[in-house]
């Protein structure tokens, strides 16, 4: 059979035209109007030279070339060794330990401890939501060893020892902290866990049990619910003799990040708050890892919509830039509006954590953990799509940003976790629900459309406390959450943001997905905002 050879030799096939650059090369925070401006607007100007160093760092070449093999190169776990000793060893790549060491150094895991100055946890939550950008996995012990510093503060003797190393901005010789909470069989339901803890005298006590779930299996010590004597209890224990890892899990994202099922095998720890209390004293390291959960996935719209901005904009079709298109331009301005407003609320939602409003800080980080983290995966998902075939394809950080976007609405409570959450809240705390109203009042008058959702809170409130609450709690919860948001951009942002996201978000001209922003809005403004050139 005869067969023509074909020789390659036109260069012109290979000539690669009209493809955006990299989006490599960029500080992330010089860039980000938006966070930019709540940095100072929330108390945290003072840290401004070292969140734009941050904001280099993780917009570098170098970082994300990490970032990409790390999630690559996922971690191995080696039980026994030759001889078949258990050994319970991790294989990291050094790109994971590189991220992990640049989040430490710049003390994301500790600053609102080490510099408890007002806006600290501010600066905390902006440094996060940059280095997040780069890879969510290595985010997990740096927010657990965060949150875990007010829980260990129930016990002096505990917190002296162990809050100094916690806090210590070096890899090398600092510690860090996990958690083991969640079990197969129970699951978000904690207090169905079966793991035991029997006195072992002079304070101490011996765990056996399993978790079905412990992130990350690598840290020096472990916050642990267990069944004391007296009830579900919370322990403190390090890794070591009894602390057996079973198998690392295959997730859907944060791939770079080791995940583990555990055993304990009499497992040594010391009780942290009373035998009986082992969900109130856990609660606060679940509060301030949930404020990192909404500053995670607002760091996730973040990221989508710059690389869907920055491929717009270097992008032609159909003869003109995609940025010049005008469905386009609705679609980025439509995501550009819904990052910033996760942006505002992550922000004003650390202030409440640097300042004495701890009413608000308790009901507004379970209604933004519910909204925030619920918009995260449809948002990347509509980023991504804008890419089109470039951002599919594993090259392109958006798959990995795509796999990584529902975690945060997983971890620490999920969707409907959360609105049961507010549910209690509501009659338990009603300081905190007023406090959450009184922040949206705050822009009363400056629009008609926020007027209105305003006024109708008091109906959904009310339907959060009728026979149906548990039923239409997601709608309560969807309303209180927009009112916020709509408040924050009323006061703060440019009209043409604030006027958009109104239409879009309390009016009647917004659709039911992305892009579907009324003819009025000023869509260019909102997208050259987005992305500083």
Same mark, same amino acid.
């Given at each position: 059979? /005869?067969?023509?050879?074909?020789?390659?030799?036109?260069?012109?096939?290979?000539?690669?035209?009209?493809?955006?650059?990299?989006?490599?090369?960029?500080?992330?925070?010089?860039?980000?109007?938006?966070?930019?401006?709540?940095?100072?607007?929330?108390?945290?100007? @003072?840290?401004?030279?070292?969140?734009?160093?941050?904001?280099?760092?993780?917009?570098?070449?170098?970082?994300?070339?990490?970032?990409?093999?790390?999630?690559?190169?996922?971690?191995?776990?080696?039980?026994?060794?030759? /001889?078949?000793?258990?050994?319970?060893?991790?294989?990291?790549?050094?790109? @994971?330990? *590189?991220?992990?060491?640049?989040?430490?150094?710049?003390?994301?895991?500790?600053?609102? *401890?080490?510099?408890?100055?007002?806006?600290?946890?501010?600066?905390?939550?902006?440094?996060?939501?940059?280095?997040?950008?780069?890879?969510?996995?290595?985010?997990?012990?740096?927010?657990?060893? /965060?949150?875990?510093?007010?829980?260990?503060?129930?016990?002096?003797?505990?917190?002296?020892? *162990?809050?100094?190393?916690?806090?210590?901005?070096?890899?090398?010789?600092?510690?860090?902290?996990?958690?083991?909470?969640?079990?197969?069989?129970?699951?978000?339901?904690?207090?169905?866990?079966?793991?035991?803890?029997?006195?072992? &005298?002079?304070?101490?006590?011996?765990?056996? !049990?399993?978790?079905?779930?412990?992130?990350?299996?690598?840290?020096?010590?472990?916050?642990?619910?267990?069944?004391?004597?007296?009830?579900?209890?919370?322990?403190?224990?390090?890794?070591?003799?009894?602390?057996? +890892?079973?198998?690392?899990?295959?997730?859907?994202?944060?791939?770079?990040?080791?995940?583990?099922?555990?055993?304990?095998?009499?497992?040594?720890?010391?009780?942290?708050?009373?035998?009986?209390?082992?969900?109130?004293?856990?609660?606060?390291?679940?509060?301030?890892?949930?404020?990192?959960?909404?500053?995670?996935?607002?760091?996730?719209?973040?990221? !989508?919509?710059?690389?869907?901005?920055?491929?717009?904009?270097?992008?032609?079709?159909?003869?003109?830039?995609?940025?010049?298109?005008?469905?386009?331009?609705?679609?980025?301005?439509?995501?550009?509006?819904?990052?910033?407003?996760?942006?505002?609320?992550?922000?004003?939602?650390?202030?409440?954590?640097?300042?004495?409003?701890?009413? +608000?800080?308790?009901?507004?980080?379970?209604?933004?953990?519910? @909204?925030?983290?619920?918009?995260?995966?449809?948002?990347?998902?509509?980023?991504?799509?804008?890419?089109?075939?470039? &951002?599919?394809?594993?090259?392109?950080?958006?798959?990995?940003?795509?796999?990584?976007?529902?975690?945060?609405?997983?971890?620490?409570?999920?969707?409907?976790?959360?609105?049961?959450?507010?549910?209690?809240?509501?009659?338990?705390?009603?300081?905190?629900?007023?406090?959450?109203?009184?922040?949206?009042?705050?822009?009363?008058?400056?629009?008609?459309?926020?007027?209105?959702?305003?006024?109708?809170?008091?109906?959904?409130?009310?339907?959060?406390? !009728?026979?149906?609450?548990?039923?239409?709690?997601?709608?309560?919860?969807?309303?209180?959450?927009? %009112?916020?948001?709509?408040?924050?951009?009323?006061?703060?942002?440019?009209?043409?943001? %604030?006027?958009?996201?109104?239409?879009?978000?309390?009016?009647? !001209? &917004?659709?039911?997905?992305?892009?579907?922003?009324?003819?009025?809005?000023?869509?260019?403004?909102?997208?050259?905002?987005?992305?500083?050139?």
């Amino acid at each position: 059979m /005869y067969r023509r050879s074909v020789r390659l030799t036109d260069a012109s096939t290979r000539e690669v035209l009209n493809q955006p650059p990299p989006f490599t090369g960029v500080n992330l925070l010089d860039t980000d109007a938006a966070l930019r401006e709540g940095l100072e607007r929330e108390g945290a100007g @003072w840290a401004l030279d070292r969140i734009r160093d941050c904001g280099a760092v993780a917009g570098s070449a170098e970082a994300q070339q990490h970032a990409r093999r790390a999630e690559r190169n996922t971690p191995q776990l080696r039980t026994h060794d030759r /001889y078949g000793h258990r050994v319970d060893e991790l294989e990291l790549d050094p790109s @994971w330990h *590189w991220l992990l060491r640049g989040a430490v150094e710049r003390e994301i895991h500790a600053l609102p *401890w080490r510099d408890p100055r007002p806006g600290a946890h501010v600066a905390h939550t902006a440094l996060l939501m940059l280095w997040s950008q780069l890879d969510a996995g290595v985010v997990c012990p740096v927010t657990m060893t /965060y949150a875990a510093v007010p829980a260990l503060r129930t016990d002096r003797e505990l917190a002296a020892e *162990w809050e100094p190393r916690l806090t210590l901005p070096s890899h090398a010789h600092g510690a860090l902290c996990g958690m083991a909470m969640t079990e197969k069989q129970g699951g978000s339901d904690v207090r169905a866990g079966t793991t035991r803890a029997e006195p072992a &005298g002079g304070g101490r006590y011996e765990l056996t !049990g399993h978790k079905w779930f412990c992130s990350y299996p690598a840290c020096d010590v472990f916050l642990i619910l267990a069944q004391a004597p007296a009830g579900l209890s919370c322990f403190l224990a390090e890794r070591g003799p009894g602390f057996e +890892l079973q198998r690392l899990k295959d997730k859907l994202g944060t791939r770079s990040l080791a995940s583990a099922e555990v055993e304990f095998r009499s497992l040594p720890a010391r009780l942290l708050g009373e035998e009986g209390r082992g969900v109130a004293t856990i609660i606060e390291m679940v509060t301030h890892t949930r404020l990192d959960c909404v500053a995670g996935s607002a760091a996730s719209m973040r990221r !989508g919509v710059a690389e869907a901005v920055h491929h717009a904009r270097h992008r032609r079709a159909f003869g003109a830039l995609l940025a010049e298109q005008p469905l386009m331009v609705n679609v980025l301005a439509d995501l550009a509006l819904e990052s910033e407003a996760g942006t505002a609320s992550a922000l004003r939602l650390a202030r409440a954590y640097d300042g004495d409003e701890r009413p +608000l800080r308790r009901f507004g980080t379970a209604v933004l953990k519910y @909204w925030v983290c619920k918009r995260a995966t449809a948002h990347v998902a509509e980023a991504l799509e804008c890419l089109g075939g470039n &951002g599919y394809v594993e090259e392109s950080p958006m798959p990995q940003l795509l796999r990584d976007a529902p975690i945060n609405g997983i971890w620490e409570g999920s969707g409907n976790v959360m609105s049961l959450d507010v549910l209690r809240a509501l009659g338990r705390e009603p300081d905190g629900v007023s406090a959450f109203v009184a922040e949206c009042e705050l822009a009363r008058g400056a629009d008609r459309r926020l007027d209105a959702a305003l006024d109708a809170l008091p109906g959904a409130l009310a339907e959060l406390s !009728g026979p149906h609450a548990a039923w239409s709690a997601r709608r309560g919860v969807e309303a209180l959450a927009v %009112a916020f948001q709509a408040s924050l951009l009323v006061r703060h942002a440019p009209p043409f943001v %604030a006027d958009a996201f109104c239409a879009a978000r309390l009016g009647e !001209g &917004g659709g039911r997905v992305y892009g579907t922003l009324p003819p009025e809005v000023d869509g260019r403004s909102i997208v050259a905002r987005a992305l500083a050139a």
